[in-house]
């Protein structure tokens, strides 16, 4: 992988690799399979088997892995932090890379629920994304397959790389979550046309049964 090798060829291997990625980032809007499609690109350029892409759901005030964002879940067996978790704090604060492994003294800072949300998850590397001084979603990474640490040279590509994914995958929310409100816009028009059969029928039915009652009230006298 381009990672393992001189700096001219990590620049030529990355501009590629970058551009592959933006033609991919530009023709897909559903949020999942760009989860899919960034995941397994990453894995592939850092030979890492674990990914998270984490977003904020404000309904929840949590951050949620994107197959999970747009639900209501609250699980614990799945991955989230909380906007008051220490760790959110920390990423709001630095704006950066948190590599875990080569900081202890900020590990021991989390609760111990993150603690062990981070070991269990093997993860290694965390990116936040940053919108108007606020944590909008982060990636986190797991560690390389030969537990070298990340240097300053992948850092820098790997941010670009990260920054113009963030704009898709805001991009793709966006539009499922457009979806979502025109397909219950859709529903509730049909929902308020049937109503309004459902009204008038009444109506009509209503009308020759006042006449029928009247005329037996009438015959009946």
Known sequence: MFFKQGKNDLTQDFNRFLSEMNESFSIITDLEQLKDNFSARLKELLKTDHIYILMLNPDLNRYL??????????????????????????????????????????????????????????ISLIYPFIVMNQVRGMVCIGGKEDDVPFDNNELHYLKIFLDQAWFAFENALLYQSQKERTRKMYRADRLATLGELSAGAAHEIRNPLTSIRSSIQFLKR
């Not at 760790?87 to 993150?114: C, G, H, M, Y």
């Open 65 to 122: 892995s994107v197959e999970n964002i747009t639900t209501n879940s609250k699980s614990d067996d799945i991955l989230y932090f909380n906007t008051s978790d220490k760790l959110i704090f920390w990423l709001s604060v630095n704006k950066t890379f948190l590599d875990v492994n080569q900081n202890p003294q900020v590990f021991a800072f989390f609760t111990k629920r993150e603690q062990d949300l981070l070991k269990k998850r093997s």
